[in-house]
């Protein structure tokens, strides 16, 4: 199984961004899938997740901000990111859960600045 996310890159405060991801190599539908990020000398942390596509979970700091969709049996996973702030820079992963395996994309960097 293989996450390939895109859609990062530079953006002034205030700015948005929309992140992808796909899955390939599995036949079965996902539990969940999500969004994380790692700033540095940080921890990753959840940003946001979707279980059965509709049912959505986020951190404090990007509700009202950030909408996660997908999550459905296409596999694939958005993140739409409006309003964005300077802490918001950090590498986000793609996460997926199936049972009882986690798999992880391999990031791409957000870097909001002016």
């Known amino acids: 199984v293989q996450l390939v996310e895109s859609g990062g890159g530079l953006v002034q405060p205030g700015g948005s961004l929309r992140l992808s991801c796909a899955a390939s190599?599995?036949?079965?539908?996902?539990?969940?899938m999500g969004w994380y990020r790692q700033a540095p000398g940080g921890q990753r942390e959840l940003v946001a997740a979707i279980t059965g596509g509709i049912n959505t979970v986020y951190a404090d700091s990007v509700k009202g901000r950030f909408t996660i969709s997908g999550g459905n049996a296409q596999n694939t996973v958005f993140l739409q990111m409006n309003s964005l702030k300077p802490e918001d820079t950090a590498v986000y992963y793609c996460?997926?859960?199936?049972?009882?395996?986690?798999?992880w994309g391999q990031g791409t960097q957000v870097t909001v600045s002016s």
């Open positions: 996460n997926a859960q199936l049972d009882l395996l986690n798999y």
């Open positions: 190599g599995l036949i079965t539908r996902f539990n969940a």
